[in-house]
């Protein structure tokens, strides 16, 4: 059997944000507005604050107003929600993102709970997750979590029909799992969301059309769990003691089994970007009409 065809997140990224950026300059010309995007950063976290400069950087490429809100690491709780309701009430914020994680004396769902869900570009509000769940909440103006949204376009490139295949999704956070299992639920896949605990996890995960990897666990799913020609789309971003980067599929192995497989690193990690560049303008869109 030949190997897996790679699907390429960062061109299928770049393609994404070229379609943002005409639209965004096609607003700007008509209606003088660009969307506003605000990401707040707490503390000096080295990985979110290389995070947060590539939003900035790639939220200005597209034409949008992007700021970055960098607070100490000892900001309170009680700062950071006054941070919120300054935001929340700004009329040229469109999207309002917090990196995560936070400090560990802040309470991150209150924090997510405190953002406006009409500006929760990242799709965790509790509205905007209740949307999702329900089934009943679909269309433009859904604002849905990034890195489901851009491991969805990826099934869709790669993909010419989702409707009546058989997935399986590894992983129940609220992050990812959960939510891109109710997104393959509205695209009419027959979902399963297995995890570690899972029984016979290899055989769930053998009989599936389409594999979600989002477990958290470098190689965790192996080559011979992987159906003859499915398509596994790796969530997983690990690093190892050597600095490289993995993800959750023993990749190696499953390239030879996949019909088509993200890569890791270049797969889904550039989809999350552009698909919070996405929101803010699916944001902008909705509030603005």
Not at 162 to 180: D, H, K, N, Q, Y
Not at 242 to 271: N, Q, S
């Amino acid at each position: 059997m030949p190997q897996a065809t790679l699907i390429d997140g960062k061109a299928i990224a770049a393609e994404l944000r070229v379609q943002i950026a005409l639209e965004v300059a096609g607003i700007k010309a008509a209606r003088g507005l660009v969307p506003g995007l605000h990401v707040i950063l707490v503390g000096d976290d080295p990985a979110s604050r290389v995070y947060v400069a590539s939003k900035e950087k790639l939220a200005t490429e597209v034409g949008m107003n992007s700021v970055a809100h960098r607070l100490p690491a000892d900001t309170s709780q009680g700062e950071l929600l006054a941070k919120l309701a300054q935001l929340n009430a700004d009329d040229s914020v469109d999207g309002i993102l917090v990196q995560l994680p936070l400090p560990k004396h802040i309470d991150t769902g209150a924090i997510i709970d405190a953002i406006d869900p009409a500006k929760d570009v990242d799709g965790l509000h509790p509205i905007n997750a209740g949307r999702l769940a329900s089934g009943k909440a679909s269309g433009e103006h859904l604002l849905v979590p990034c890195t489901p949204l851009g491991s969805m376009l990826l099934l869709r490139h790669a993909l010419p029909s989702l409707s009546g295949l058989e997935a399986v999704v590894i992983g129940r956070s609220e992050l990812v799992g959960r939510p891109v299992a109710q997104l393959l639920l509205q695209a009419d896949c027959t979902v399963t969301i297995a995890h570690s605990r899972t029984k016979d996890l290899a055989l769930v995960v053998r009989r599936a059309d389409i594999v979600v990897a989002a477990v958290g666990r470098p190689g965790f799913v192996k080559g011979d769990w992987i159906k003859p020609g499915a398509t596994v789309i790796d969530v997983g971003i690990n690093r190892l003691p050597d600095g490289k980067l993995t993800g959750d599929v023993a990749f190696a192995e499953a390239v030879e089994v996949a019909g088509a497989i993200t890569p890791v690193p270049g797969g889904v990690g550039p989809m999350t970007i552009a698909c919070l560049l996405r929101n803010t303008l699916t944001a902008f869109k909705a509030r603005r009409g």
